[in-house]
């Protein structure tokens, strides 16, 4: 992909920044010539095969085909472009092959797992916690005592707001440090999702962040990660099984939280379209800058 972006940004850029498209295209066409004079019909299907929430496909294939023949009159006569072609296939079978690799090694993985804490009772007791994330955490976390609190533990998953200081100007609430491993942040990410809506603690900390701060669906569900991190980590060390509460504090069934939920932090729709369409316009604008 580091070579994508150094022998022909544009075509990346017209990519939309979906691997999967990009992958599928250059692997049919990885001689910038040859996707110049591409039919557009073909290019198109491929486009639409391995895209979602695009609606003008035409439009995406017919900017790639614009951009490779740009980079093919810029290389012409100052970069061999059969040599170009070469590397990038060498590059996507190497990355074939390392994706097959992971495959192989998580279904180890997952034996060993599944050998050395069978159902994992209790780290699936926490909300969102399941057969796919939860091995994934006891990968990284293990039993947990390797963090010293459970703030130390959320900065290692790489959730935590990142901080700027210059002199006297601190920047504090910036994004997130992503510093952690990708693996352990998607995680609780995708277990953040489920958390909030069966945990009423979660969800309302979430309603709150979506419909008094304007947060949108993205960035408040990454809030409720850092703050399951936490959660996990304390279940791990204490060994006690998650426990369901009110935001009183008082202990609730699963059917209980859901009606709690249901009732006091359903999110309405006009809410998440607000917050959506405000996430819209920033990202044009930051586009067309």
Known sequence: MSLARWAFPDVWTAFGGSLPTATAVLERWPDLRSLSDARRSTLTAVIAAHTRGVVDTPARAEAVKTAAAGWVAFWTGHLDLDALAVDVTEHLIDLADDRARVARLTVHSTRWWEHLYGDDTLLCSVPGMGPVTAPTVRAFLGDGTGFASAKKAASYVGITPSTWS????????????????????????????????????????????????????????????????????????????????????????????????????????????????????????????
């Open 166 to 289: 210059s002199g006297t100007t601190d920047h504090r609430g910036r994004a997130i440090t992503k510093e952690g491993p990708a693996p352990l942040r998607l995680a609780f990410f995708q277990a953040a999702g489920a958390a909030r809506r069966t945990d009423p603690q979660l969800a309302a900390f979430y309603y709150r962040l979506m419909t008094q701060r304007a947060h949108c669906h993205t960035k408040a569900t990454i809030a409720v990660a850092r703050k399951l991190a936490e959660r996990t980590w304390v279940t791990l060390t204490t060994g006690h099984p998650y426990q369901l509460r009110d935001t009183d504090g008082t202990p609730v069934t699963a059917r209980e939280a859901k009606e709690i939920i249901t009732t006091r932090y359903r999110v309405d729709p006009a809410t998440r379209a607000r917050t959506r369409a405000h996430t819209d316009v920033s990202r044009k604008a930051r586009r067309t800058r």
